[in-house]
């Protein structure tokens, strides 16, 4: 196996933010000679990645790989750089050093002519507050590529992204005809944690929500909080410029009844039908599904807020007196276009938008002088558009995303002359953060020592007051060990798809299951079938766990798999 390995250069080090950080100068020293390291930054796993020469051994070493600034990586070796087919994260920040791995792994999509359907894929959250690009590479795509090169740092464009998140495929086509939504999911609808005098939730929301109350420089904030989540496709995805071929329509990422109708995967689903109503100002929350990852920040549900400002022709005329008017033009790229993004008009939403989301997160925090950086992004439905990250307990954390309402929506909703800004985060997110809750199935618990540290938060739970949170930490009380079982199996020569089997393992396992991690894959020299083995971890937030439920479990799995999945178990 080759010993080539990723490669980091003074210049790279020294150009990029971590750069900077202590923790990473440290592990510069701590390991002189390595040649690949790991930074944490906002979301998963931020991948440094400045690569002068790579094999693809080296490209299926980057498999599901986290990271923790306090634990320095050592270098890669051969023997550690073993598998050939892996996911491979990676934020999509466009500061420096996330750009030489984006960039790298485009142009490894570009010289893709003959990936298997399934097996290569990108994919990413669709709405605001998403956590990362997410690529699957095959080191069948690789075998002409030996080196990459970038002396300079390019800008990741929201067209860029755009065109990444999009394929040839039809998602609209592949949606099952009797939908997708398994027992585990039905079952909760309903719950409405966001509601729930005393859940961490109901008390983060209606934080958000008082402050938004006390904004007195335009029109009041509605809230709405009792919005049913089954949607039809043209309010969650058609009426915020999908395209059909985004893969936030694919139904492996979304749960569907049938294909025009669906369970909301972002509460931006109301937005449109809000902005005809002749509603200015509003905040939607609500359960939200998709599916995704089993581990201890991902669920098929959770809960977002949906916000929107909008300012009239009159307010603009009167804030930005001197701005040139864009007539709205259907051909015009508003993701790229240089004259609108750089119009006063626009501009002046943006630095509302910046000022109202600060001020909010520095409130709800409690933290008034709070360190927040913005990161361009792309929405299909705001242009310009970023996230906020907030350094908080020394690391920065992504807790929003945002933009500017995208013209063509505007103009939809019969509001030609106006413009808007629109936000979006996840309740959870900001729980977890806030009151250090470290998985996110404890807001699904029904054990009184979870919601027992939270009740009498809220002095007045019937009406929209100041809570004060400051001092609400979450105490932990499970002991209780984990324990795991391996499973491995070949996969289908087409077909097989990672959440279909989080979807599968969750019917029969449930919120038993802690963790599941790909911890193997293997390649056949032969016959080109592809292994994979992954890692289930088991435990309880409120019980032991016996050898001998979590064999039944076990087993049931496996009597099951192969004919659900199409899989071959080894």
Not at 169 to 174: E, L
Not at 370 to 399: G, H
Not at 517 to 535: A, L, V, W
Not at 536 to 554: G, V
Request: net charge neutral; with cysteine; hydrophobic share 30%.
């Amino acid at each position: 196996m080759s010993t080539n390995h990723l490669k980091l250069t003074s210049n790279f080090i020294s150009s990029m933010p971590s750069g900077k950080d202590p923790r990473f100068t440290s592990s510069l020293k701590k390991y002189p000679n390595s040649s690949f390291f790991s930074v944490c930054g906002s979301g998963y796993c931020n991948v440094l990645q400045y690569l002068n020469v790579v094999t693809p051994e080296v490209i299926g070493e980057l498999v599901n790989f986290k990271c923790d600034l306090n634990k320095p990586y050592p270098p890669l070796s051969a023997n550690y750089a073993v598998t050939l087919d892996g996911f491979v994260y990676h934020d999509k920040n466009n500061e420096g050093f996330h750009q030489g791995g984006y960039e790298f792994f485009k142009a490894i999509l570009k010289k893709n002519t003959s990936l298997v359907s399934g097996s290569t894929y990108l994919s990413k959250s669709n709405n605001f507050g998403n956590d990362s690009i997410r690529l699957v590479t095959s080191t069948s795509l690789l075998s002409n590529i030996r080196s990459y090169s970038s002396t300079t740092t390019t800008d990741v464009t929201a067209e860029l992204i755009k065109k990444d998140l999009t394929s040839n495929i039809d998602y609209t086509a592949t949606i099952p005809l009797n939908g997708n939504i398994p027992n585990t999911i039905t079952e909760k609808l309903g719950k409405n944690l966001h509601l729930t005098t005393d859940h961490p939730l109901n008390l983060i929301k209606k934080k958000i929500q008082h402050h938004f109350a006390q904004q007195k420089d335009g029109p009041a904030f509605k809230f709405y909080d009792e919005f049913s989540p089954r949607v039809t496709s043209k309010q969650n995805f058609d009426e915020l410029l999908f395209p059909k071929n985004h893969v936030g329509r694919s139904a492996n990422d979304t749960y569907y009844y049938s294909r025009d109708q669906l369970l909301r995967t972002h509460t931006s689903a109301h937005q449109t039908h809000l902005l005809r109503d002749s509603q200015r100002a509003f905040l939607v929350t609500g359960d939200v599904y998709r599916r995704d990852t089993i581990d201890s920040v991902h669920y098929p549900i959770f809960h977002q807020m949906e916000g929107v400002r909008t300012f009239t022709p009159a307010e603009l005329a009167k804030l930005a007196p001197n701005s040139a008017k864009l007539e709205y033009n259907s051909a015009t790229n508003y993701y790229e276009d240089a004259e609108y993004k750089n119009n006063e008009e626009v501009k002046l939403v943006e630095a509302h938008l910046k000022k109202s989301l600060e001020d909010m997160i520095r409130d709800v925090i409690g933290h008034p002088d709070m360190q927040i950086r913005w990161i361009n992004a792309y929405f299909p439905f705001t242009s310009p558009s970023w996230e906020m990250e907030i350094l908080f307990q020394d690391k920065w954390l992504e807790v929003l995303g945002c933009g500017v309402v995208h013209p063509s929506i505007m103009t939809n909703c019969g509001l030609i002359d106006s413009r808007g800004w629109a936000f979006g985060l996840g309740l959870e997110r900001l729980a977890m953060i806030l009151f250090e809750i470290p998985d996110i199935r404890l807001f699904w618990t029904q054990d009184s020592r979870f919601h027992n540290q939270f009740r009498g938060v809220d002095k007045n739970p019937k009406e929209l007051t100041h809570i004060d949170i400051k001092n609400v930490k979450f105490q932990s009380y499970s002991k209780y060990p984990s324990c795991f079982k391996d499973m491995t199996f070949w996969l289908p020569t087409e077909g097989f798809h990672e959440n279909s089997y989080y979807e599968f393992l969750r019917s029969i396992g449930g919120d038993l299951i802690e963790n599941v991690e790909m911890i193997d894959q293997f390649k056949h020299p032969k016959n080109g079938k592809t292994s994979q083995c992954y890692r289930i971890h088991y435990r309880s937030m409120e019980r032991n766990l016996t050898n001998e439920e979590i064999d039944k479990i076990q087993t049931e799995i496996r009597s099951k798999i192969e004919k659900h999945l199409n899989v071959q178990l080894r």
